[in-house]
């Protein structure tokens, strides 16, 4: 049968994609591309497209975008409006550095209790427990605030910051770029 322009096109933006995600080199897009332009049928467009896989919806493909940051570490609140994993997200962040330093502090008190001293008295429970109690004592008053959400809002209203200041860096840097 024979190929339409709509048809051609969409081998086009296939090709496209495929040099995007690095499967095509220039010189192998630019050949395919005159060779879509210039297909009459679909058995010369398919042949095209027959070594490259199918392209995948954008939630399923494992191709990431340069730049993009880990989707687990975005910050976009669902259609509730509140923002979906903020108590375990902000649970990690108040007791993260306390469970590395009470590991940090139990290594050196193994470390010098192996070494001729004995284990005797666990000393760094005098950091663990007033510590401890201190993020205790935050953290059931925060999740009984509310303080995750208004934490995660904050980092999503900095995340957006960060990424308006780059783009607009970016903006001026191409502004400024001498011209060719």
Request: charged share 25%; hydrophobic share 40%.
């Amino acid at each position: 049968m024979r190929a339409g322009d709509a048809d051609r096109q969409a081998v086009a933006e296939r090709l496209r994609a495929a040099l995007n995600e690095g499967r095509l080199e220039l010189h192998e897009y630019d050949d395919r591309l005159q060779r879509a332009y210039a297909a009459k049928t679909y058995a010369e467009l398919d042949g095209l497209l027959s070594d490259l896989p199918a392209v995948a919806p954008a939630e399923r493909s494992q191709v990431v975008p340069a730049g993009a940051a880990e989707p687990s570490l975005e910050w976009a609140p669902g259609p509730d409006g509140r923002y979906p994993g903020a108590a375990r997200r902000w649970l990690w962040t108040q007791w993260n550095s306390y469970f590395k330093v009470i590991t940090i502090l139990t290594v050196i008190w193994l470390v010098s209790g192996l070494s001729g001293y004995g284990l005797r008295f666990y000393w760094p429970v005098w950091v663990a427990g007033p510590w401890g109690a201190v993020l205790l004592w935050q953290t059931v008053n925060g999740l009984g605030g509310g303080e995750p959400q208004r934490w995660a809002a904050r980092q999503a209203r900095r995340k957006q910051e960060r990424r308006e200041r780059r783009e607009q860096r970016q903006a001026d840097t191409e502004g400024t770029a001498p011209a060719d």
